[in-house]
């Protein structure tokens, strides 16, 4: 146990964090000195990743040791790691713990400190997961305010997280849209090895959001339903190109060749039958879900 949280203040140490000092602060002054952690731990995905696996095991011996008296030497300094884990798997869409009171403060204390220069995610209903109305952000301003943050990791993870839950929602619906995903996991991919620097990750993020708001309400533009642009979308990517003549609610055209002809209908049929329930009932969400 003890070195195990030797090495995790080690690792925050490297990293601007020092845990026993925020342990011994008192009030407010703990309150910001877990604000300053959560944002200097919480990006990118590999630092962020690196603390919670150290954290998990300091907990993970905590619990084990907890039956002994010798564990009340531990309780503060884990107590401190766990606070900080919990809030950044709440900024990035993961769950945490039974210390709900603690993290109401640190929440307020987060939130009005991201206000103050970016956004803040409103919490979903009936659950600890974060939702952001994407199409509703002015990242003009954001972008603005984000080059004098203070908490610019936080709000960085805060909107990956809320952009890689519309994908992932933009997916279920309508798997031809999986480019978005792997565009997604490039950018983040080429952040966490370095080859981006915050600001501009920052800088693509939005208009990957901004093609995706725009996808979502493609099925307008067409005059299709969100599920009718899904057999659409099927029938039409990859390829075949077709003329503004072709016509497919009259059987598909001559540019269908009997291989590929199978194949869209292979698609289709697996779509349906993932798709729809025996009632023929969609779980695809609605298209103002």
Do not use: W
Not at 68 to 96: M, Q
Not at 125 to 143: N, P, T, V
């Amino acid at each position: 146990m003890r070195v195990a949280i030797a090495a995790t203040e080690d690792f925050c140490a490297r990293n601007g964090v020092r845990i026993r000092e925020i342990v011994a602060a008192q009030g407010m002054q703990r309150l910001n000195g877990i604000a300053l952690a959560v944002e200097a731990l919480i990006s990118p995905d590999p630092l962020r990743k690196e603390y919670l696996g150290y954290e998990r095991l300091v907990q993970t011996l905590y619990d084990a040791v907890k039956p002994d008296p010798a564990v009340v030497e531990f309780a503060a300094v884990t107590s401190c790691l766990s606070i900080i884990a919990a809030a950044i798997r709440e900024r990035t869409g993961g769950t945490y713990g039974d210390i709900t009171g603690v993290m109401g403060e640190i929440n307020r204390l987060l939130d009005a400190s991201i206000a103050a220069d970016g956004f803040v995610i409103r919490k979903g209903a009936g659950d600890h997961s974060r939702i952001l109305d994407l199409s509703k952000i002015d990242f003009e301003a954001l972008a603005k305010r984000f080059t004098k943050s203070k908490t610019r990791n936080i709000e960085l993870e805060q909107l990956k997280a809320a952009i890689r839950i519309q994908l992932e929602a933009m997916v279920r619906a309508n798997r031809t849209r999986v480019d978005f995903l792997a565009r997604f996991g490039e950018l983040i991919a080429t952040y966490n090895a370095g080859s981006r620097n915050i600001e501009e990750l920052f800088n693509e993020l939005p208009d990957l959001s901004r093609t995706m708001t725009d996808e979502q309400q493609r099925h307008v533009r067409e005059h299709l339903t969100e599920e009718e642009l899904t057999v659409f979308d099927i029938l039409t990517r990859p390829g075949p190109e077709l003329t503004p003549e072709d016509a497919l609610d009259e059987g598909l055209p001559r540019a269908y060749s009997p291989e590929l002809y199978k194949t869209k209908c292979c698609f289709v049929f697996q779509h349906v039958y993932e798709s729809y329930g025996d009632q023929g009932i969609s779980y695809q969400p609605s298209s103002g879900g």
